[in-house]
């Protein structure tokens, strides 16, 4: 006698007291799992780095093939948590003892702006546009680079921003698409800005020119006071 279609789609070609199996399983699993996290530290519960990401996602595909699979004991899956745990300590060991090998596992912290100007040689090699950047900076209400004095690319990934305690004009960060709302902000009289990097710079009768910085030689007028 042929088995139900509704079987085969519910319990497949497993028996159905394998459930009672799976729950055993995947207590146990996710029981080795908990301790596994606590072992490896607070880091893995905030911003996960690169090595932390791609230790997460083993630790995904590790514990699902015990739970799940009849044919898989649980022996192999709490041994590869193990060699996670071992791999992971050991890099961190190693990270701390040597700055070298800390900045070959996590990566090291970029310069995005200095002193009011994007750092595009820096935002190209990590990838970041400049839409990216000022999306974040308008979420901690920058409205001008002249008001930043130091934006870091964490090796984590995340943003550190740091104001200016003396803002200078900058380039606005309000979308290119709302004219209105950058055309009420305060403009500053005879500054203008590099529209890719935000040098500033005094307007010339004569024509601006390339920007010393980004050697580009397009301008807008500056924001701030």
Not at 48 to 68: D, W
Not at 122 to 150: C, N, P, V, W
Not at 173 to 186: F, M, S
Not at 192 to 212: A, D, N, Q, S, Y
Request: charged share 20%; with cysteine.
């Amino acid at each position: 006698m042929q088995n139900s279609p509704w079987k085969q789609i519910f319990f497949g070609n497993a028996p159905p007291l394998f459930l009672v199996e799976v729950i055993f399983r995947a207590v146990v699993m996710y029981a080795a799992l908990l301790l596994t996290l606590r072992l490896l530290g607070k880091r893995m519960n905030g911003q996960l780095s690169v090595t932390e990401l791609a230790v997460m996602i083993s630790l995904g595909a590790i514990v699902s093939v015990p739970m799940e699979l009849p044919k898989q004991g649980l022996l192999p899956g709490l041994f590869l948590l193990f060699l996670i745990l071992l791999f992971q300590r050991t890099l961190g060991y190693l990270s701390f003892r040597s700055r070298r090998v800390g900045r070959v596992v996590y990566g090291k912290v970029s310069t995005l702006v200095e002193a009011g100007v994007l750092q595009r040689p820096a935002m190209e090699r990590d990838g970041i546009t400049k839409d990216q950047l000022f999306a974040h900076l308008r979420y901690h209400r920058i409205s001008q680079l002249g008001e930043l004095d130091r934006v870091y690319l964490e090796a984590n990934g995340m943003f550190s921003v740091f104001r200016s305690s003396v803002p200078r004009p900058g380039l606005s960060t309000l979308p290119e698409k709302d004219d209105a709302d950058i055309a009420a902000q305060e403009h500053k009289k005879g500054m203008l800005v590099c529209c890719f990097c935000g040098t500033p710079m005094k307007e010339r009768p004569t024509g601006m020119g390339e920007c010393p910085n980004c050697r580009r030689s397009e301008w807008t007028q500056a924001i701030g006071d």
